[in-house]
Each structure stands twice: as C-alpha cells, then as structure tokens.
C-alpha cells in the first residue's frame, strides 16, 4: 500500500522503528501526484527532487521526515507563491520562509507542494483560480470547496500526507467539510500570519488540513508560538494538543445554537447532524439550545469587512516591483490599469470594488462603521453563549459540494455558502469540521462535516472533543 495514505501518526511510528525513510513516503507522494492531479488539479507544481534533497538535512523532530503540502498564499523560500492569480504566476518566487514554514522545518517537515485556491482566497468553490479549477476527489463533477481546495482535495485524494491552508470566512473548513478531511482554524493570532499573503488582515489565519483530528493536534503543536514580526500574534503558552487528546468528554456543555439550523438546509445535513448531536451525547455530552441572535448579519457584515481590507491589500500589486506588467503602457496611469485589469480575475475585481466603495467618502459611516459595530455585536453574542456553554457545535456547510459552475454566476449564493464558517472568523475563535456523513447524489457519497467553535485559546477542549467524536463515529 502506497505510503501516501498514511497519517502522520502511522508515519512517524514506522519511521522512529527504521522500517521506511523520508525519502520512500516522498516519492510515494510524488507517484500519486503524478496520477492523480491530472484530474483533480489540486497542485499547481511540485518539486519532487528539492524535497528527496531537503529529506536527507531534515532536523530530528516530531514530524521529521514528513512532507506536508502548502497553500499558493504561503511564502516558502525559492519556490512560487500565485495566491491563484495570474498577477503573480508570470516571474514571483518567494525570498523568504512564511513563520509557519519556518516552524514546520524546525520540527522536521518538508514543504512539498504548492496547492490551488481560489484567487487571493477570495471564493468557496476554486473555481476562481487563474491557473484552472480544482475538482473533489469524491465526484470529480463537483467542487472541492475553497479558497482551501487544492488543501482539501489533496488531502482527501492521498496526494498529500497533509497540507496548509488559510482561513478568512471559513476557507479552510468549508472544503474540508465537502472532500471529507479534519480543517481546523486556530484562534486568530495563535499562528503567525508573517508570509501570507493577505486577504483581510484581522480575519485570515493560517491552519491545517489532515486525515484524522490527532495529525491536526500535532502539527498545531508546532505551528503556534508568538512571533514578533506578527503584530496581531498572541504571546501565550502553547499546550501539547496531542496529550490532550483521548479525555472524557463527559459532562461537557455543548450548544446548538437555533439560528444555524435554518430553512434551506440539506436534509441529508439535517439528518448528519442529528446523528452527531446523539453520537456527543452517548458520549456523555450535554446538548443544549442557545442564541446567537446576530447570526443573520454575519455574512453582510463579512462581505463589507474583508472587502474593504482586500481593497487595501491588493493595491500593493501594481506590477512595478513585482508580478504581471502590462505590455507597452501609455503613461504611468496606464501602466498601473493596465497591469492590474489584465492580471486580476473578476472575483478579485468584484471585491476591490465593493471594498474601495465601503470605504469611500459619503459611505464609509454608512457601511464600513455600521458593519464594524455588527461585527462587535457578533462576538459578544459568542461571548454570552461561552457563559452557558463550553462548545458550540453546527453544520459546516448548508450543503454537500455543488456541481461545478453551478454558481458561477450567482455570486450571491455562493456568498451563503459560508453562512455557518463567517460568524467565527469575524469573532477570531477557533473553529474546525470534521467528517459527520454523507449525502447520495448521482450514485456518489458527498461528504458532510460537523462544525465545532470553542472559546478564545481552547483548541485544547475543541480538539479533544472532535477527536471523541470522530472515534465514536468513524466516519471515513
């Protein structure tokens, strides 16, 4: 059996007993890239002798030896850095380590891979990259999920022992959800943002993408940790995720709260999570009903915030220091247009304009500030709830993964896919889907996830819950 199938976990037991090497799972890795991505399209390039190199200097660590792939927003020294987008695919090398690549090699990882995404993260369904489309290794006639995608995708087709994303809206859980793997979203500000490139600077946040919740616990235990160079970054201890793992969960408080389950639902989702609300409480959980009345605004409130920051974000893409230029321009003014009308996508485009309108004279109360103040209403309704509760568990997504170009032109209802996955982002608390079930759609088991959000700072009770109940579950 190919060694790219295994988890970290297996992994790293048989290369602490001599029975494989780095080098073995690396080419195992690259055979199943090789034959798979043609269809699938998670990567968009791979550089298989740089990583066979890099195994024989790895650093004796806990993930020494394995190779984890990257998100294309993730700076990792020498290699491309798209972010999806043509503006950057023509001549851009990374001249640096993002902190979280810088941290994964000092504990023995081997970056191995570059991933798709949507453009700049900006979509849920991958269909927005520059560089062509992702499909889910599940139903190769529908979407992975994105901005994640390529992440999720690779993961759930054994391309990838495991990967990195970013989450802004709920980018690394909603493709997680629908290919079927563990996404977790740390507390904004437990891992270094220092190297990604930016979306929406107070809601994007670097995660993992992995096979079981326990490979997700260790690599957490090596990507958080302050770092300076970050201003947001949050200076406080660690805990081992992993020796947390495997604890009672009973007598824990978990919360349904009333405005996630809508009308709309798919009711194979419904049915998925009323199988996990009963699964939690077998183990010992107590489920109870809470509120979290500004809900509804959420996903309003999401798309003049990230928007507004992209506008600002994106402007440094000018195709003077780097990335596409345009050819033969007028005048400067031309130069500038030109550049950035040829190298943006119409998704990207779509939000600049959105953004640099919120923040415009005559509009900046009226919207930016009103959604500034719907944002602070949103976190304290999490606040109230996390006095009552110690977990909230939801749908991670309203609905298994849609056909391919089913949505490509109704922006708005792409938008509500993340109906579930904003509210956290927009609070900065840890969140993560694992695995709840399947939908039957056309002959095809579509994955389903079960979303947990937890306080500011407990991974360590989020984890230790999803691990319970993905051993209970064993839903694969």
Not at 179 to 192: A, D, E
Not at 236 to 264: H, M, N, Q
Not at 386 to 408: C, N
Request: hydrophobic share 40%.
């Amino acid at each position: 059996m190919s060694l790219a199938t295994e988890t970290i976990t297996t992994l790293r037991r048989r290369l602490d007993a001599g029975e494989i090497t780095s080098a073995d799972i690396i080419r195992d890795v690259a055979a199943a890239i090789d034959a798979q991505n043609p269809e699938i399209g998670a990567y968009l390039s791979w550089d298989t002798a740089a990583a066979l190199a890099e195994s024989t200097s790895s650093i004796p660590g806990p993930l020494s030896g394995i190779p984890v792939a990257i998100k294309d927003n993730i700076n990792v020294t020498g290699q491309p850095c798209t972010c999806g987008s043509r503006i950057l695919a023509e001549n851009y090398r990374a001249p640096y380590d993002a902190t979280s690549i810088t941290q994964l090699r000092a504990a023995g990882a081997i970056p191995f891979g570059r991933l798709n995404m949507d453009e700049f993260a900006m979509g849920s369904s991958t269909e927005n990259s520059a560089l062509g489309i992702t499909r889910n290794p599940r139903d190769l006639s529908r979407i992975p999920g994105g901005s994640s995608g390529g992440s999720a995708a690779a993961v759930a087709s054994h391309t990838a022992i495991a990967a990195l994303g970013s989450d802004t809206g709920g980018s690394i859980r909603q493709p997680a959800a629908l290919c079927g793997v563990v996404g977790v979203k740390p507390t904004y500000g437990r891992v270094s943002r220092f190297g990604l490139v930016a979306f929406a600077s107070s809601l994007d946040q670097i995660g993992t993408l992995t096979q079981t919740v326990e490979d997700s616990a260790l690599l957490l235990n090596h990507l958080c940790g302050y770092d300076p160079r970050d201003s947001t970054s949050l200076d406080t201890p660690v805990p081992d995720f992993t020796a947390l793992l495997g604890r009672d969960i009973k007598g824990l408080r978990i919360g349904l709260p009333k405005e996630y389950f809508i009308s709309g639902i798919h009711p194979a989702v419904t049915a998925a999570t009323d199988a996990a609300i009963k699964q939690l409480e077998s183990l010992g959980a107590h489920i109870q009903e809470i509120s979290l009345p500004h809900t509804e605004a959420g996903v309003s409130t999401y798309y003049v915030l990230a928007p507004a920051e992209a506008s600002t974000n994106l402007a440094r893409f000018d195709g003077v220091r780097y990335g596409h230029r345009t050819a033969s321009p007028a005048d400067l003014l031309d130069h500038y247009m030109s550049s950035r009308a040829e190298g943006f996508g119409p998704e990207v485009k779509r939000r600049i304009l959105l953004g640099t309108y919120v923040l415009s004279s005559g509009y900046y109360d009226a919207y930016y500030l009103k959604a500034q103040r719907a944002r602070t209403l949103i976190s304290r309704d999490f606040d109230q709830a996390f006095q009552k509760v110690d977990l909230i568990i939801s749908p991670t997504t309203p609905s298994p993964a849609h056909k391919l170009g089913e949505l490509k032109n109704n922006p708005l209802q792409a938008y509500l896919e993340d109906i579930f996955t904003i509210p956290a982002n927009l609070a900065g608390l840890p969140a993560m889907s694992v695995p709840a079930g399947f939908a039957l759609e056309d002959g095809k088991k579509l994955p389903i996830g079960l979303q947990f959000i937890a306080r500011p700072l407990d991974e360590a009770t989020m984890l230790s819950a999803a691990h319970a109940f993905e051993q209970a579950a064993q839903i694969r």
